[in-house]
Protein backbone atom coordinates (compact mmCIF):
# COMPACT_ATOMS: atom_id res chain seq x y z
CA UNK A 1 0.00 0.00 0.00
CA UNK A 2 1.94 3.33 -1.05
CA UNK A 3 0.50 6.26 -1.82
CA UNK A 4 2.47 8.32 -4.20
CA UNK A 5 1.06 12.00 -4.63
CA UNK A 6 -1.57 13.80 -2.22
CA UNK A 7 -3.25 16.92 -3.56
CA UNK A 8 -5.77 19.47 -1.96
CA UNK A 9 -8.34 17.02 -3.15
CA UNK A 10 -7.44 13.80 -3.47
CA UNK A 11 -4.32 10.91 -3.19
CA UNK A 12 -2.93 8.19 -5.42
CA UNK A 13 -2.90 5.12 -4.05
CA UNK A 14 -1.06 2.43 -6.08
CA UNK A 15 -2.80 -1.04 -4.53
CA UNK A 16 0.27 -3.72 -3.46
CA UNK A 17 -1.89 -6.45 -4.72
CA UNK A 18 -2.58 -5.76 -8.00
CA UNK A 19 -0.46 -2.13 -9.03
CA UNK A 20 -3.19 -0.47 -10.15
CA UNK A 21 -3.23 3.61 -9.68
CA UNK A 22 -6.13 5.02 -7.87
CA UNK A 23 -7.51 8.40 -6.96
CA UNK A 24 -9.07 8.73 -3.93
CA UNK A 25 -11.08 12.09 -2.83
CA UNK A 26 -10.14 13.19 0.19
CA UNK A 27 -13.54 13.39 1.32
CA UNK A 28 -13.92 9.62 1.11
CA UNK A 29 -11.43 9.20 3.86
CA UNK A 30 -11.79 9.10 7.86
CA UNK A 31 -8.65 8.62 10.25
CA UNK A 32 -9.67 5.85 12.72
CA UNK A 33 -10.37 2.57 12.44
CA UNK A 34 -12.47 0.48 15.04
CA UNK A 35 -11.36 -2.83 16.64
CA UNK A 36 -14.34 -3.75 19.19
CA UNK A 37 -14.81 -0.46 21.45
CA UNK A 38 -11.15 1.15 20.66
CA UNK A 39 -10.98 3.21 17.13
CA UNK A 40 -7.06 3.54 16.73
CA UNK A 41 -6.33 7.13 15.52
CA UNK A 42 -3.36 6.46 14.20
CA UNK A 43 -4.74 4.57 11.24
CA UNK A 44 -6.59 5.37 7.37
CA UNK A 45 -8.56 2.56 6.29
CA UNK A 46 -8.40 2.91 2.01
CA UNK A 47 -11.16 1.95 -0.11
CA UNK A 48 -11.51 -1.34 -1.35
CA UNK A 49 -9.35 -1.14 -4.73
CA UNK A 50 -11.51 -0.85 -7.94
CA UNK A 51 -9.52 -3.86 -10.03
CA UNK A 52 -9.10 -6.58 -7.12
CA UNK A 53 -11.24 -4.92 -3.99
CA UNK A 54 -8.06 -5.76 -2.04
CA UNK A 55 -8.40 -3.19 1.40
CA UNK A 56 -5.53 -1.39 2.59
CA UNK A 57 -4.64 0.69 5.30
CA UNK A 58 -1.82 3.41 6.01
CA UNK A 59 -0.11 3.56 9.54
CA UNK A 60 0.74 6.94 10.79
CA UNK A 61 4.36 6.85 12.31
CA UNK A 62 3.86 6.96 16.08
CA UNK A 63 5.43 9.54 18.28
CA UNK A 64 7.88 7.65 19.79
CA UNK A 65 9.30 6.18 16.50
CA UNK A 66 13.04 7.37 15.39
CA UNK A 67 14.13 8.88 12.34
CA UNK A 68 13.49 7.10 9.50
CA UNK A 69 17.21 5.22 8.71
CA UNK A 70 17.40 6.17 5.09
CA UNK A 71 16.85 9.86 4.57
CA UNK A 72 15.05 10.52 1.13
CA UNK A 73 14.16 7.13 0.37
CA UNK A 74 11.01 6.11 -0.54
CA UNK A 75 10.13 4.71 2.70
CA UNK A 76 11.07 8.09 4.43
CA UNK A 77 9.37 9.97 1.89
CA UNK A 78 6.24 7.61 2.31
CA UNK A 79 6.16 8.22 5.65
CA UNK A 80 6.43 11.63 5.17
CA UNK A 81 2.90 11.98 3.01
CA UNK A 82 1.35 9.66 5.37
CA UNK A 83 1.96 11.96 8.07
CA UNK A 84 1.01 14.78 6.08
CA UNK A 85 -2.05 13.16 4.64
CA UNK A 86 -3.30 12.12 8.14
CA UNK A 87 -2.90 15.85 9.66
CA UNK A 88 -4.76 16.87 6.44
CA UNK A 89 -7.49 14.66 7.29
CA UNK A 90 -7.61 15.15 11.03
CA UNK A 91 -7.44 19.69 10.40
CA UNK A 92 -10.65 18.68 8.12
CA UNK A 93 -12.41 16.64 10.99
CA UNK A 94 -12.60 13.21 8.65
CA UNK A 95 -12.56 11.74 11.63
CA UNK A 96 -14.08 8.13 12.41
CA UNK A 97 -17.27 9.05 14.98
CA UNK A 98 -15.53 7.07 17.65
CA UNK A 99 -12.78 9.89 17.29
CA UNK A 100 -15.38 12.87 16.94
CA UNK A 101 -16.39 15.34 20.28
CA UNK A 102 -19.16 13.70 21.96
CA UNK A 103 -20.69 16.64 24.88
CA UNK A 104 -17.51 18.60 24.18
CA UNK A 105 -14.69 16.16 25.35
CA UNK A 106 -12.78 14.70 22.86
CA UNK A 107 -9.53 12.88 22.76
CA UNK A 108 -7.11 14.83 20.86
CA UNK A 109 -5.29 13.03 17.73
CA UNK A 110 -1.89 12.97 17.66
CA UNK A 111 -0.73 14.42 14.17
CA UNK A 112 2.34 15.13 12.42
CA UNK A 113 1.90 17.63 9.65
CA UNK A 114 4.55 18.15 7.03
CA UNK A 115 6.40 21.18 7.69
CA UNK A 116 7.74 23.72 5.45
CA UNK A 117 11.00 22.60 5.77
CA UNK A 118 10.55 19.35 5.16
CA UNK A 119 8.60 20.21 2.46
CA UNK A 120 10.74 21.97 0.14
CA UNK A 121 13.69 20.06 1.01
CA UNK A 122 11.96 16.37 0.04
CA UNK A 123 8.83 17.56 -2.02
CA UNK A 124 10.55 20.95 -4.32
CA UNK A 125 8.08 19.60 -6.68
CA UNK A 126 4.65 19.18 -5.11
CA UNK A 127 3.46 16.19 -2.52
CA UNK A 128 4.41 13.57 -4.84
CA UNK A 129 7.34 10.34 -5.04
CA UNK A 130 9.06 8.53 -7.98
CA UNK A 131 9.91 5.38 -7.38
CA UNK A 132 13.44 4.62 -7.98
CA UNK A 133 13.53 1.54 -10.21
CA UNK A 134 15.77 -0.29 -7.52
CA UNK A 135 12.55 0.31 -4.96
CA UNK A 136 10.34 -1.61 -7.33
CA UNK A 137 7.68 -3.22 -5.94
CA UNK A 138 8.56 -7.10 -7.32
CA UNK A 139 5.91 -9.31 -7.75
CA UNK A 140 5.38 -12.66 -6.59
CA UNK A 141 7.52 -15.13 -7.84
CA UNK A 142 6.37 -18.50 -9.76
CA UNK A 143 6.79 -21.46 -8.03
CA UNK A 144 8.55 -23.79 -10.87
CA UNK A 145 7.19 -26.98 -9.61
Known amino acids: MAIH ?11 ARCGSGNRLSLDTLEVGVARREDVDDGLVQLPPC ?39 LVQRGRLHTGLK ?25 GLRIEMPPDEQPRAPEESSQ
Not at 112 to 125: G, N, S, T, V, Y
Request: glycine share 6%; net charge negative.
Open 5 to 15: EVTSEDVLQRC
Open 50 to 88: PACRSTEFLIRAAESEPEHPAPGSFGHLHRLLVGHLHAE
Open 101 to 125: PKGGSARQVATHPLAQEARERWFPQ
